[in-house]
Every structure is written in C-alpha cells, then in structure tokens.
C-alpha cells in the first residue's frame, strides 16, 4: 500500500497562473515531511522540510503547508524556470534512520 | 561548497554482470543513502549507512549490498544484473541527525543490455 500519493501526476499552468500541489500520506507517525525538486536527468533539489500539523515554510514563489493527512506546496505566480518535477517524501517514526517514503512526484510545466 | 558527487555519470551493462558505484557526501556529512528511481517512479530506499555501519535495508535482493568508508564515501554493488536493474540511482548525505534533510548527487543512470 502506497504510502504517500501524490497529485495531480502532470499539471499544466500558464505563466502567473497560480496553484497548488497534493502529497497525502498515510504513516503511524509523522516524523517529517520533505519537498523536493527534480529535474530532468538531476538528482532531487531540497525545498523543505515540515515536522508538525500547522507549519509553514516559504521560498520565493513556493508556500508548504502541513495538516494531519496532507501537505500541499503552493505555487504562486510561477514562471517558466519553476517546471520540474516536484516529490514529496515522508519519514515515519516507525522507520530506519533516514529512510524517506517517496511519491510519485507532480510534474509541473509552466509555460509562457 | 561542493555537493554530494556521484561516479559514474551513465553506465552501460549486460544481464549477469556487476557493477560498483561510487558516492562522496557533503563534507562534514556521517550518513549515506542510496536509492533506486525507476523512470516515472519517486526513489526508492535501497540502504542507509552512518558512522560506517548498515542502519537500514530496503525491499532489495541481496545482489544488491554497500559499504561505507572511514572518510564517509560509499560504494554500492549489484551483482547478477537483471534487466529490471535499468534505473538511476541516488545518494543521497546528510550530517545524521534523523530531523535533518537528504540532499541528493546527480545519480547514476545503469542501463542494462
């Protein structure tokens, strides 16, 4: 059973376009949550992390958010350069040091 | 500052074959990743090494095993290549603490023929 979804898979936005992307997860216990950022034939960018329902991280155009169930990275006004493809990844209180649960990412395409 | 840095870049294999890649974290980092990312897929953990010991094994056969040395650098083997093997692979450093996040090399892209 997955245990982090994400979506929507692909989402389309025209430039200044603004949206918002879901990583729903379902661990025994939350221990963090991370975003990142991938690019086509890169390794994943580090974005955030978010440890507790109600925390709020910024970064430019980018708004993460945390409830219980869910996180949602908000995009706002993007541009071009912001398409990529965005992974979410859980670390559960039940797990190993470091072992991050993935999503399958959203990819996002921003076009002009 | 220099990131974490992956060898090779790409690779190209056949069935049956072994292959080694290489990872050197950030410097002052402890604790090593490695994961397997399938094409449309997010990274899957394969193991997590810190101060030089196995902390951690993911839902991989045992062709696959790693080590990590005294100056923290990590090897990852696969032995016995299996078409099904063809991914990119990650390491991924961070300094140990559990809270402190992953960050990520390129990758090496494995092809197997």
């Known amino acids: 059973e997955d245990q982090v979804t994400q979506s929507p898979e692909a989402l389309r936005l025209q430039e200044g376009e603004s949206s918002s992307l879901n990583c729903s997860y379902t661990?025994?216990?939350?221990?963090?949550l991370f975003w990142y950022r991938q690019d086509p034939g890169k390794g994943p960018e580090f974005l955030f992390t978010l440890y507790s329902a109600g925390e709020e991280k910024e970064k430019e155009r980018l708004k993460a958010t945390l409830t219980k169930k869910e996180s949602f990275l908000h995009i706002t006004a993007p541009k071009p350069e912001d398409s990529a493809t965005y992974l979410c990844a859980v670390l559960d209180r039940g797990s190993t040091l470091g072992r991050l649960y993935f999503g399958r990412g959203t990819q996002l395409t921003v076009w002009p | 500052d220099a990131g974490v840095t992956q060898s090779p870049t790409h690779l190209i294999k056949t069935r049956g074959q072994h292959v080694t890649l290489r990872c050197s974290p950030i410097s002052g980092h402890k604790s090593v990743s490695w994961y397997q990312q399938v094409l449309g897929q997010g990274p899957q953990f394969i193991f997590q090494y810190y101060e030089k010991e196995e902390r951690g094994r993911g839902n991989f056969p045992d062709r696959f095993s790693a080590r990590q040395f005294p100056n923290y650098s990590s090897e990852l083997n696969v032995n016995a290549l299996l078409l099904g093997d063809s991914a990119l692979y990650l390491c991924a450093s961070s300094p140990g603490q559990i809270h402190q996040p992953q960050h990520f090399g390129d990758g090496t892209r494995l092809s197997i023929l």
């Open positions: 661990v025994s216990g939350l221990r963090g």
